[in-house]
């Protein structure tokens, strides 16, 4: 079966360098979801999107920026990295966005900001 | 906020062993809760999910959870563990309109052969 698909895998950039990933929701999939895993850390919500208008947001910083576009891919735009944003990025898509619709979850995109 | 409390942040068994991994959850009201295991350099898969119905569900890989909803609990089980079920497992709840899952700190696990 299709499953989500990330862009890049493995990212490196420069400090105050920008970043774009991109994410592949599963086909037929409505919402997307990005998250971020800090090294050792639980996944944090960033941000959402159903039928390409934001939805919902989390602790996404006012750097980065993100959107869905009309074939239902997203794309998350990071600006001005830090070393901090240093994490692995996931993407997650379902169908529709209510509680009980079921996240699938991306292979991830790795940053690692030097 | 919400919050997922998981207890074990390292837990460490031999194979055959019974595993138990608690979950807490904050959110009072009507919720969705999920376990997802993580293997090393691998994406998040699900393991089970509880939206409503029998409170014991159960999921892949023999795994299978019970929702308590007086303890606000939602702790997953194995019987007999193997090996490869070595991993990292994140307990997670989705609540209200939030569209995000909220996520515990996760459970490293490792089995011994």
């Known amino acids: 079966a299709a499953g989500v698909i990330q862009s890049p895998r493995h990212l490196i950039k420069e400090k105050r360098e920008t970043a774009t990933l991109k994410c592949y929701p599963i086909?037929?999939?409505?919402?997307v979801y990005w998250y971020q895993q800090g090294p050792g850390q639980d996944p944090q919500f960033l941000i959402s999107f159903y039928e390409k208008m934001q939805s919902d947001k989390g602790s996404i910083p006012d750097r980065f920026s993100a959107q869905q576009f009309s074939d239902y891919h997203s794309e998350l735009n990071m600006s001005s990295l830090e070393l901090g944003d240093s994490a692995l990025y996931f993407c997650a898509s379902s169908l529709g966005r209510g509680r009980s619709n079921e996240q699938f979850f991306g292979p991830g995109t790795r940053l690692t900001v030097l | 906020a919400q919050s997922v409390s998981q207890h074990n942040h390292h837990v460490i068994l031999s194979e055959a062993a019974s595993l138990e991994l608690g979950c807490n959850y904050s959110?009072?009201?009507?919720?969705?809760l999920f376990w997802y295991v993580q293997y090393p350099g691998q994406h998040l898969q699900l393991l089970l999910k509880?939206?409503?119905?029998?409170?014991l569900v159960k999921g892949i890989k023999g795994f299978e959870a019970e929702f308590i909803k007086s303890k606000f609990s939602f702790n997953l089980r194995k019987p007999s563990v193997q090996w490869s079920d070595t991993a990292e497992y994140f307990c997670a709840v989705k609540s209200g309109g939030a569209d995000g899952l909220t996520f515990g700190k996760g459970t490293h696990l490792i089995i011994q052969p």
């Open positions: 959110y009072g009201g009507t919720v969705n």
């Open positions: 509880y939206f409503s119905g029998d409170p």
């Open positions: 086909p037929r999939h409505d919402t």
